[in-house]
Structures are given as structure tokens and as C-alpha cells.
């Protein structure tokens, strides 16, 4: 059982390059979310999904963009990288929204220089 | 608007010693949901427990414990007799009946050397 699964694990980009951050999950869950982690900040949602094809800004939505094509697939998109977004990303799935845990996949640290 | 705040950023501790973390939170909903959230230093975060408005008993678990108290409205996590596989860092959370997320606090990294 995988669980939740990012892809990749580490990347370095060059200011304005692009790229597309992997998470996929086995566990059939409909909530799937987008965090990032600064220091000192905790974890801010980026975005977030409340099933396939649907997608909602969190707090720090610019910047990112993000699909739901497949229920067990969330794709976090970065257009135009930007040293600001050097962080550390998690993405989290979970079965019912607020009450039930969620589950999480290892991160994926990113650098942009 | 909900809120967590953490105030402790960082705890030293030493073995064997015990130590609370601090979470005071903020709702204007009656129903709602905490939750203790540890990440170690290889990154994962992984869940500790979760506890709903209503049920106000505190819980314990092996050397964890959980005080949770709506009248100061604190869901305060104590480890007894802390050890080193306990450095951490340590997040609260809370989500709102009806909300499709979770709002954490900024963590609290707890240092328990030997």
C-alpha cells in the first residue's frame, strides 16, 4: 500500500523555468491538498481539491496552479519559477474533509535559483 | 476565521524530562475538529490523534498525553519521560464542521537531547 506519493523528491529550477509537481494517492480519496512549509511559517495550503476535476485557492494560491483530472492524481504546476518559491511541498489526501486524517507524502524539496 | 497558534517555537529538553506543548486555538464554530500532527527529521509528517468539540476527556497514550479544554480553548499535547526519538517538530491543527480544510499552527520543534 503506497499511499500518498510526490514526484519528484528533490529539483533545482533557474528563475522562470518551469515545472509540475506529482501527487498520487491509492487510497481513493476524494480531498487532495497542496501544502507548502517555509521556516517558521508551518504549513500553508496552496490549493486544494474536493474531488476529480474540481480545484480551490488556499492561502497562498499565486503563483501555482493546479489539475484534477483523475481522482487519485494532483498536479501542483509552477509557470514562471520564482526564488520565493524555494520550499519544501507536501501534498495530503484524506476521506472526508476536516474530520478524518490526513495522510501525507514525503515532500518534495524544490530550489530556484 | 480560524486560528492556531503555537506559541513555543522551540523546546530543549533533556531525557527523561517531561514536556507540554502549547495549542491555542481560535473558532467561532461549535463544532470542530484538533488534531496533533509530528514530523521528525526525515520530513514525513505523520498523524498523532484527533479530537472532536464535543468530546472533551482527555486521552492518553503510552507516554502521550492530550489535554483538551474549551473553556480556554488549548488542546495541549504532553510527552512523559521524553527520549530522543521524540525530536520533532510538533503541529496543531483545526478544521471547522462543514470546511473542506485544515488550518495548522506554525509548529513548535521540540529538542529532547540524551
Known amino acids: 500500500n503506497a499511499g500518498v506519493t510526490q514526484t519528484p523528491k528533490f529539483r533545482v529550477l533557474k528563475t522562470g523555468q518551469s515545472m509540475t509537481l506529482l501527487c498520487a494517492q491509492d487510497m481513493n480519496h476524494e480531498y487532495m491538498y497542496w501544502y507548502r512549509q517555509d521556516p517558521g511559517m508551518g504549513l500553508r495550503l496552496i490549493h486544494y481539491s474536493v474531488g476529480e476535476g474540481t480545484t480551490a485557492k488556499g492561502e497562498v494560491p499565486d503563483g501555482y496552479n493546479v489539475s484534477r483530472l483523475k481522482k487519485q492524481n494532483f498536479l501542483l504546476g509552477l509557470e514562471s519559477a520564482a526564488p520565493s518559491q524555494t520550499s519544501v511541498y507536501f501534498c495530503?489526501?484524506?476521506?472526508?474533509?476536516?474530520?478524518?486524517?490526513?495522510?501525507f507524502g514525503s515532500g518534495t524539496q524544490l530550489s530556484v535559483l | 476565521a480560524q486560528k492556531v497558534t503555537q506559541a513555543q517555537t522551540e523546546i530543549s529538553v533533556v531525557e527523561k524530562e517531561d514536556v507540554t506543548l502549547d495549542c491555542v486555538y481560535e473558532?467561532?464554530?461549535?463544532?470542530?475538529?484538533l488534531f496533533w500532527y509530528k514530523q521528525p527529521p526525515s520530513g514525513e509528517l505523520v498523524f498523532l490523534i484527533r479530537?472532536?468539540?464535543?468530546?472533551?476527556q482527555n486521552e492518553i497514550s503510552g507516554r502521550y498525553s492530550w489535554n483538551f479544554q474549551k473553556s480556554t480553548s488549548s488542546f495541549n499535547f504532553t510527552i512523559t519521560a521524553s527520549q530522543v526519538v521524540d525530536s520533532a517538530v510538533y503541529f496543531c491543527?483545526?478544521?471547522?464542521?462543514?470546511?473542506?480544510?485544515?488550518?495548522f499552527g506554525k509548529g513548535t520543534m521540540l529538542l529532547v537531547s540524551p
Open positions: 491543527a483545526l478544521s471547522e464542521e462543514g470546511y473542506s480544510t485544515l488550518t
Open positions: 473558532t467561532r464554530d461549535t463544532t470542530y475538529y
Open positions: 479530537r472532536n468539540s464535543f468530546d472533551e
Open positions: 495530503a489526501s484524506t476521506r472526508r474533509a476536516g474530520t478524518a486524517k490526513l495522510f
